[in-house]
């Protein structure tokens, strides 16, 4: 995919990895980047190529009105999420439905709505904001693993799927990375500049997959290995 004259679509562009992603594709020459957020008005549209949206990706009517607006895209990227912090057995049921709700089905329902788009304008791209988390849980974050785990296999599944009609479907995974969810968390973290340059040589180098550091790398690399060794050390 190439990213010169491009029309892309970011989700969750108003902060974070979101808004590096609009930043850089911008840099890269894509020629307009719809920036969608629930809040668009946050978004700073000083560019003329930026177009902020409203759009909340657990809602499919806003979705398919998304859809109908930004015809033109032939790069979307798929980065909206949230973080509830739920344990499944004892956490609170409706945070762990809205993982679930915005992880996979939003996702989903993004694909579905864009498939077709990318189709007619060529075939194009779709990269998916994924987690350390689709690989291996964390104590107090059951909902979130499980929810970027079927976000994992929705990406896998629909790059098959998409194959036909050339469009490249990109998982990019990462480890915790200095963005407002995780701020205040005394731990070491990614830039997102380093995340969104990987992710985005990725995309242009015709990759599936982006593993973008080391700790998701070694994680990953532990899948294959009986669950008592990527557990080692942890408790619930």
Sequence with gaps: MELQNATALVTGANRGIGAEFVRQLLARGATKVYAAARRPETISSNNSRIVPVRLDITDETMVAEVARAAADVDVLINNAGIMTAQNLVTGDLDAIRLEMATHFWGTLSMTRAFAPILARNGGGALLNVMSVGSFQVFPGNGAYAAAKAAEWQLTNSTRLELTAQGTQ????????????????????????????????????????????????????????????????????
Excluded: C, F, W
């Design 169 to 236: 479907v990109v998982g990019l995974h990462l480890s915790a990375t200095e963005t407002d969810m995780l701020a205040g968390i005394d731990m070491a973290k990614n830039d997102p500049a380093d995340v969104v340059r990987d992710a985005l040589n990725g995309l242009e180098s015709g990759a599936d997959e982006v593993l973008a550091d080391a700790d998701t790398r070694a994680v990953k690399a532990l899948l294959a290995q009986p669950p008592a060794a990527m557990y080692a050390g942890i408790s619930m």
